[in-house]
């Protein structure tokens, strides 16, 4: 077996462990597991390409920091943990905004679009109330926070509908998986504490990752892309 599908596949089983001992509190597992997701995937990605992208490798180290920081469960780690995932977010955003096209608008289309940026909406009015009692920055930092959830997941959705080609696919993937895993955090973390809200939250988190590699991987121009 190749280094890069070894890789791989200890991506898949340290994602799957940490996912699981962090919601049944294996802690030992947990901080064995964690710090390795990312390296795992950089090797993989490192394995098949030539040319690495600076968006995917920033993208993996802020996610690493983000992550490194969830270990030491803070007081309020939202608040530390903002920051890191809010560069990640920007990260797709410009991604998507670079494989953006004139859009052929039909009926059909514009619908759909509209659905989704009602429903993007929806979601961002419901998450923001929770805290808008809280005192402080916080409420206008998850507003923030927020609106970069709803560019990256409209602008896939709209890059989607325009060409859905495999790379487009990968990066809808990318941006949904870290919407329900955001908004499933909020809700564990809020207002419903169900173990299978952190197992999903922890789980498409790290789809997220390996789906943006996929994209890059996978796209007409992977060379390209910066």
């Known amino acids: ?17 940490a996912s699981l001992s962090r919601a049944m509190e294996w802690n030992g ?28 490798a920033l993208f993996l180290i802020v996610c690493f920091v983000g992550d490194a920081i969830a270990l030491f469960n803070f007081e309020q780690e939202i608040l530390y943990l903002l920051a890191p995932f809010f560069i990640g977010n920007l990260i797709i955003v410009r991604l998507a905004l670079r494989e953006s096209k004139r859009f052929y608008w039909d009926t059909i289309n514009a619908i759909s679009l509209a659905l989704v940026l009602l ?29 970069t959830l709803v560019a990256m997941n409209g602008l896939t959705a709209y890059n989607g509908l325009y ?44 789809l997220s990752y390996i789906a943006l590699v996929l994209f890059v991987l996978n796209h007409p121009k992977s060379k390209e892309i910066k």
């Open 1 to 17: 077996m190749k280094i890069d599908k070894i890789a791989l596949a200890f991506f898949v089983v340290f994602s799957i462990m």
């Open 29 to 56: 597992i947990l901080l064995f597991c964690k710090p390795l997701i990312i390296p795992s995937l950089a090797f993989y990605y490192l394995g098949n390409t030539q040319k690495v992208s600076r968006s995917v």
């Open 119 to 147: 429903f993007l909406g929806y979601l961002w009015i419901t998450v923001v109330s929770f805290f808008w009692e809280e005192k402080g920055m916080l409420p206008y930092a998850i507003a923030i926070f927020g609106l």
């Open 163 to 206: 060409s859905m080609q495999l790379s487009n696919l990968f990066l809808l993937i990318t941006s949904v998986s870290i919407l329900v895993s955001q908004v499933f955090y909020v809700l564990y973390t809020i207002k419903i504490n169900l173990v299978v809200l952190d197992v999903l939250h922890h789980l498409c988190h790290y």
